[in-house]
T-cell receptor
């Protein structure tokens, strides 16, 4: 069974304090790994797709990396506006559907 | 710009009533999905469609139905609303991906309360 776990469940950072969020997955053949940001009361917003181990994607203060078993979302010098829940999802080779992780709730304090 | 919209954004209904939540996308995507999101459970797939006239059950489909008569719309119907169906509902769409994975794009959500 395909599974996605995320850690930590919640993370509090001071503004400027860099850190990483983890997404661990088991899937029978990875078609893609996806990161989303979700603000309270809104739908998930697409951030990145990663397709193969060793791949990296960057957007502003965020960088996503991928290995064969996990992905990391690195946040460099975060700002309060980076506060959100970050979701990870995987898509297997055999289908079009996603399996989502439970998310990491990030709070960045000024 | 292409988008995905949901209506209503908020709905309060009574137990036993039939409720339909609308989802409309202008991406021209073949794939459409309905999820519910609850504290402690994350996003769970209710129903999905890979094209017109195609519908499939997800992991939490009991009490829900969908129909796909065109590319743009996938309405979700709660046949007889129950308090356990109080939740936030998200619609999403994606391109059909024959090779590399395609991102799903989400609507703003509908908050449904069943009293």
């Amino acid at each position: 069974e395909d599974q996605v776990t995320q850690s930590p469940e919640a993370l509090r950072l001071q503004e400027g304090e860099s850190s990483s969020l983890n997404c661990s997955y088991t899937v029978s053949g990875l078609r893609g790994l996806f990161w989303y940001r979700q603000d309270p009361g809104k739908g998930p917003e697409f951030l990145f797709t990663l397709y193969s181990a060793g791949e990296e994607k960057e957007k502003e203060r965020l960088k996503a990396t991928l290995t064969k078993k996990e992905s990391f979302l690195h946040i460099t010098a975060p700002k309060p506006e980076d506060s959100a829940t970050y979701l990870c999802a995987v898509q297997a080779n055999y289908g079009q559907n996603f399996v989502f992780g439970p998310g990491t709730r990030l709070s960045v304090l000024p | 710009d292409a988008e995905i919209t949901q209506s209503p954004r908020h709905k309060i209904t009574e137990t036993g009533r039939q409720v339909t939540l609308a989802c409309h996308q202008t991406w021209n995507h073949n794939n459409m999905f309905w999820y519910r999101q609850d504290l402690g459970h994350g996003l769970r797939l209710i129903h999905y469609s890979y094209g017109v006239q195609d519908t499939n059950k997800g992991e939490v489909s009991d009490g829900y139905s969908v129909s796909r008569s065109n590319t743009e719309d996938l309405p979700l119907t709660l046949e007889s609303a129950a308090s356990s169906q109080t939740s936030v509902y998200f619609c999403a769409s994606s391109e059909a991906s024959g090779g590399a994975g395609s991102a799903q794009y989400f609507g703003p959500g509908t908050r449904l309360t069943v009293l």
